[in-house]
């Protein structure tokens, strides 16, 4: 079935440091591949996608590019802020009858001021 | 972005209650929306699928009974644990999307403490 592994964290990085979290899935056909985050206490925001090999997401400077050779999503942002600290998921939806939303275990970071 | 909206965001019950946790779609029709559990720094669990006006979908090991779905329209599905036990005590994310291949929004959660 469907998988997506994650880098683990938690990740801690001072403010406007270069951010890599790595992502890689398992899936059959053509999946589209998400970024969320979630801030303490809520639910989950969509931050990026990509639907087909070679796009690039992005939004707040962060950016992820589906490369389907490598099988892999990773998130980069080249500096961040203390305000992006969260926990964030990768995530795959695949082409089952369902479509449903297949997520890595999650990466904690936090950025210091 | 689309708005999915949870109530109550937190609940404290006694042992052996039932707690009925609310999602709304405020500005989109979901023809299908999602349950989900997360525990502690955990990943979020998938717990059921439910379509508007048909019966809900499972997964592996979620108790059907214990965790009742209802998809009464297409801008409000109710999750309801029964008889909660300690156990239940976690965090419960509701999604929902238009169609099969729409961006799926996701709920605030509702924090669930059950003594």
């Known amino acids: 079935g469907d998988s997506v592994t994650q880098m683990e964290g938690p990740v801690t990085l001072s403010e406007e440091a270069f951010l890599t979290i790595n992502c890689t899935y398992t899936?059959?056909?053509?999946?589209?591949l998400f970024w969320y985050v979630q801030y303490p206490g809520e639910g989950l925001q969509l931050l990026l996608k990509a639907t087909k090999a070679d796009d690039k997401g992005s939004n707040k400077g962060f950016e992820a590019t589906y490369r389907k050779e490598t099988t892999s999503f990773h998130l980069e942002k080249g500096s961040v802020q203390v305000s992006d600290s969260a926990v964030y998921f990768c995530a795959l939806r695949g082409g089952g009858s369902a479509r449903q939303l297949t997520f890595g275990s999650g990466t904690q970071l936090t950025v210091l001021p | 972005g689309a708005v999915v909206s949870q109530h109550p965001s937190w609940v404290i019950c006694k042992s052996g209650t039932s707690v009925k946790i609310e999602c709304r779609s405020l500005?989109?029709?979901?023809?299908?929306m999602f349950w989900y559990r997360q525990f502690p720094k955990q990943s979020l669990m998938l717990m059921a699928t439910?379509?508007?006006?048909?019966?809900?979908?499972?997964e592996q090991g979620v108790e059907k009974d214990k965790f009742l779905i209802n998809h009464a329209s297409l801008t409000l599905s109710t999750l309801t644990v029964t008889s909660a036990h300690p156990e239940d005590s976690s965090f419960y994310i509701c999604?929902?999307?238009?169609?099969?291949?729409?961006?799926?929004?996701f709920g605030p959660g509702t924090r669930l403490l059950v003594l």
């Open positions: 899936a059959t056909g053509y999946p589209s």
């Open positions: 999604s929902a999307r238009l169609g099969a291949r729409e961006t799926q929004y």
């Open positions: 500005d989109f029709q979901a023809t299908t």
């Open positions: 439910s379509n508007e006006g048909s019966k809900a979908t499972y």
